[in-house]
């Protein structure tokens, strides 16, 4: 049985800095493209950062020179670095995994995780 276990949310003022993870369990990261998604309340889920098994990653243009997505295979973990945090970056943020690149990248992981609430204040 799959897992995805987030943790690291939390608040954090304007220009600040949060590093969430994903613990996977049950599957070996090395062959899965995994990535972070975030939702507001009444929008739709929206990718904001994933990288494949090879390390090749993808930013959405409003987290590029801010976040950082990286994944430790031998820990089966997977990270998002959070810098220069903006209000506009308060959401939800979900880790999801996937065989297929384009699967995930298409928002329709077959593995998603819980959530990990990210409150960004002025």
């Known amino acids: 049985q799959v897992q995805l276990v987030e943790s690291g949310g939390g608040s954090v003022q304007t220009g600040g800095s949060l590093t969430l993870s994903c613990a996977a369990s049950g599957l070996n990261s090395k062959y899965y493209s995994m990535g972070w998604f975030h939702q507001v309340t009444g929008k739709e889920r929206e990718g904001v950062a994933l990288?494949?098994?090879?390390?090749?990653?993808w930013y959405a243009d409003s987290v590029k020179g801010r976040f950082t997505i990286s994944k430790d295979n031998a820990k089966n973990t997977l990270y998002l670095e959070m810098n220069s945090l903006k209000f506009e970056d308060t959401a939800m943020y979900y880790c999801?995994?996937?065989?297929?690149?384009?699967?995930?990248?298409?928002?329709?992981?077959?593995?998603w995780g819980q959530g990990t609430q990210v409150t960004v204040s002025a």
């Open positions: 999801a995994a996937d065989s297929n690149w384009y699967t995930l990248r298409a928002g329709n992981a077959r593995y």
């Open positions: 990288i494949d098994g090879d390390g090749v990653d």
